[in-house]
């Protein structure tokens, strides 16, 4: 099924289903795009698209190759308004798209023509082990990463919930965009644990042998849901 929804183009972020994405808003197309959705009637989602932007920070309507194929839509649970116009909105991730057009109409943002991708199958064999081999791995790679920085990194328990755990860990590891997008881009939970297991694998080995993030600790942050 396809539908048109506002976009919200992000450089170098990826949002994921069941995470919250707090976002600053001042710029006056994105302040339109919420007085939008805060004036929609009861009965309809009030939500945009976050797409992340293959390079830099911004992006025009002249062609959709600008954009990663895949998003995320936002659902929009928080509003906070400045007396000056601007926002504080918080946000949750909520379903992937695939993006199939982008255009601006009579709105200063961008909307885009996207297609619904479906949820996750709810069992896949060895799922189970598979989440286990992900919750191990990162609790190993965060020590890691406290080693690295001399100092503890907060505990989190992690879901259970196998398709919940592959978007937390994905949110929360220090990742590339390109891998980020990967994992948004996964056909199913155990494609996302599997990849999650060779990056999590690389990226431990990294920090044990350089001894370095490739970002400051203030980036690490565990992704947090409302759920």
């Not at 479906?118 to 020590?143: C, K, M, N, Q, W």
């Not at 599997?194 to 203030?218: D, F, N, Q, V, Y």
Request: aromatic share 6%.
């Amino acid at each position: 099924m396809t539908e048109t929804v506002p976009l919200f183009p992000l450089g170098h972020t990826v949002l994921f289903p069941g995470m919250l994405l707090p976002l600053h808003i001042f710029e006056e197309r994105y302040r339109e795009l919420v007085r939008t959705l805060v004036a929609r009637s009861g009965g309809e989602r009030r939500r945009f698209g976050v797409v992340a932007i293959r390079q830099g920070w911004e992006v025009g309507a002249d062609s959709v190759s600008a954009l990663h194929p895949v998003g995320c839509a936002a659902e929009l649970r928080r509003v906070s308004r400045y007396q000056d116009g601007r926002f504080d909105i918080v946000t949750e991730g909520s379903d992937r798209f695939r993006l199939l057009d982008v255009r601006s109409g009579d709105r200063p943002y961008l909307v885009g023509t996207v297609e619904w991708l479906p949820a996750d199958p709810p069992t896949e064999p060895e799922i189970d082990i598979l989440a286990r081999g992900v919750s191990g791995l990162f609790e190993d790679y965060l020590a890691d990463v406290a080693a690295v920085q001399r100092g503890a990194v907060q505990p989190h328990d992690l879901p259970t919930d196998p398709a919940k755990l592959s978007y937390q860990v994905a949110a929360s590891a220090v990742l590339t965009l390109e891998d980020r997008q990967a994992l948004l881009e996964a056909n199913s939970t155990a494609d996302r644990l599997r990849t999650e297991l060779r990056l999590l694998k690389r990226e431990s080995t990294m920090l044990r042998h350089l001894h370095a993030l490739p970002t400051s600790l203030a980036t690490l942050q565990i992704a947090q849901s409302l759920s």
